[in-house]
């Protein structure tokens, strides 16, 4: 089975922190993705990431940046922390770009205070 | 779970009974689609996918329905236990333009097994 685990469960950071959410998978997949899930407008794509070194917006990049140094390890980095990005962050792997489902990790629950 | 409680469709059955749980899609180019659960506090687990080549595609206690002509896309569960208590969503995607197998998901149903 794939695994993808996210370091933490649940996190509180301040206004205007910079906070990391780190993301690793064992499976080797090329491509690997940040979502936030939200009630009421579920799945939104951040960033995804289809080879080391390699990254691409999603259709909510603002305030976020990610950063893919190995292919096992995708972290998502929110420069400074606002309210608003206060959420459910799931990282996901997939093994092809196509025809294949996301693996997903068990999320971060954020909190912004 | 995914949208939590906020206006999502609910479905409620007795343990022991089949469920059926529809997804509407808009893009007519769609050409892959998947079902995932989501248990409370868990991330999205995958359960079946089908590709638009097949109507019909079984797994174990699954089956994924498939009709291209209206857009639609049912997941049914037989014999529904209490675990299988979730909210349940699917998802597509196609092989053009941008989306580079970018997924597109549902908002969700939830399904509530009473024992």
């Known amino acids: 089975d794939v695994k993808v685990t996210q370091s933490s469960r649940y996190l509180v950071k301040r206004t205007g922190e910079k906070v990391f959410l780190e993301c690793v998978q064992d499976?080797?997949?090329?491509?690997m993705f940040w979502y936030r899930q939200d009630p009421g407008l579920g799945l939104r794509l951040i960033y995804f990431?289809?080879?080391?070194?390699?990254?691409e917006k999603g259709d909510i990049p603002e305030g976020y940046s990610v950063s893919r140094e190995k292919k096992e390890r995708f972290s998502l980095i929110l420069e400074s922390a606002s309210t608003n990005q206060t959420s459910m962050y799931l990282c996901?792997?997939?093994?092809?770009?196509?025809?294949?489902?996301?693996?997903f990790g068990n999320g971060t629950r954020l909190t912004v205070t | 779970g995914e949208s939590v409680g906020l206006h999502l469709p609910t479905l409620s059955v007795q343990e022991g009974d089949n469920s059926i749980i529809n997804c509407a899609y808009s893009?007519?180019?769609?050409?892959?689609f998947i079902w995932y659960k989501q248990e409370s506090g868990k991330g999205p687990q995958f359960i079946i996918d089908?590709?638009?080549?097949?109507d019909k595609r079984q797994g174990q206690r699954v089956t994924v329905l498939l009709n291209k002509t209206v857009k639609h896309l049912s997941l049914q569960i037989a014999a529904t236990q209490p675990g299988d208590s979730a909210v349940y969503f699917c998802?597509?995607?196609?092989?053009?333009?941008?989306?580079?197998?970018?997924?597109?998901f549902g908002q969700g149903t939830i399904l509530t097994v009473h024992p």
């Open positions: 893009n007519s180019a769609s050409d892959y």
């Open positions: 499976m080797d997949h090329e491509n």
């Open positions: 089908i590709r638009s080549n097949m």
């Open positions: 990431s289809y080879d080391v070194k390699m990254k």
């Open positions: 998802a597509e995607t196609y092989a053009g333009g941008t989306s580079y197998g970018k997924l597109t």
């Open positions: 996901a792997s997939m093994l092809e770009s196509y025809n294949s489902p996301l693996h």
